[in-house]
């Protein structure tokens, strides 16, 4: 099984930018729990602080992989772009954030993205991408592949 997961605007600072917020652990670190925790299956992993190359990683994968785990950061609450392509690929997208955005300014409380996804998952730290990751193999064993 083949999962992509796709970091938004920011994320790169993940263990240094608000702590309090976002936890202490830099992503690549949370990734090789990931894989070990997931030895059958191949993660992708990707980031970008622009919107373009999110929508190309996304259309460069989104066709061939079994699922998608997206944290479009910021994005999330203003991209159209990003929704018409989630819209667009064949594989399962999984909307996560970090933080409980609903515990947060009312501007984060709109995704323009959600409507487009399988689901959302927020609130957990980066426990957020591990139960995405379980719900896109459940995804995959209700489709028996
Ligand atoms: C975030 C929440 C967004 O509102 C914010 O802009 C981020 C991170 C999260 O993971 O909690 O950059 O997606």
Not at 37 to 51: C, M, R, T, W
């Amino acid at each position: 099984m083949k999962i992509q997961i796709i970091n938004g605007p920011n994320l790169n600072l993940l263990g240094r930018r608000e702590p309090g917020i976002y936890g202490n652990r830099a992503f690549e670190d949370w990734l090789q729990t990931l894989r070990a925790a997931y030895p059958d299956v191949e993660f992708g992993y990707f980031q970008s602080n622009i919107e373009g190359e999110l929508i190309d990683m996304m259309q460069q994968t989104g066709f061939s992989c079994d699922g998608v785990v997206l944290n479009a950061g910021a994005y999330t609450h203003t991209s159209i772009a990003l929704q018409d392509c989630i819209r667009s690929l064949d594989a399962p997208v999984i909307e996560v954030h970090i933080s409980n955005v609903h515990k947060r300014e009312e501007f984060r409380h709109r995704s323009m993205i959600s409507c487009a996804c399988a689901g959302v998952i927020c609130g957990f730290g980066l426990d957020s991408y591990r139960l995405a990751v379980e719900a896109l193999i459940g995804i995959a064993r209700q489709k028996g592949t």
